[in-house]
């Protein structure tokens, strides 16, 4: 069961930059495909970047050239480094594996999320 942190979220004016990162604990990381996911207001939650193992990364079409994913499997961390903030990346930001380790092993839970707002 995997423990998951997220931190890095803030507010920015459009344009601006963040870097989120996701620390994991409790299980082994590397071996796992990681990913960020969001959610805002009124939403279902979504996929938006991919990281495998070997570090093959997709992205959705609305992030793709802006956002980066990366992982550093030293410190079983994620990160996600967001340039060119647009207002609606405004959300909750959550990491987990892909799928969620939930619906993998049946446990676990999401983290808290860290909040990324983007005034216009």
């Known amino acids: 069961q995997v423990q998951l942190v997220e931190s890095g979220g803030g507010l920015v004016q459009a344009g601006g930059s963040l870097r989120l990162s996701c620390a994991a604990s409790?299980?082994?990381?590397?071996?796992?495909?990681m990913a960020w996911y969001r959610q805002a207001p009124g939403k279902q939650r979504e996929l938006v970047a991919v990281?495998?193992?070997?570090?093959?990364?997709d992205y959705i079409d609305s992030v793709k050239g802006r956002f980066t994913i990366s992982r550093d499997n030293d410190k079983n961390t994620a990160y996600l480094q967001m340039n060119s903030l647009k207002p609606e990346d405004t959300a909750v930001y959550y990491c987990n594996t892909r799928p969620p380790q939930q619906l993998r092993t049946g446990f676990g839970s999401w983290g808290q999320g860290t909040q990324v707002t983007v005034s216009s």
């Open positions: 409790g299980r082994t990381f590397s071996s796992y495909t």
């Open positions: 990281i495998t193992s070997g570090g093959s990364t």
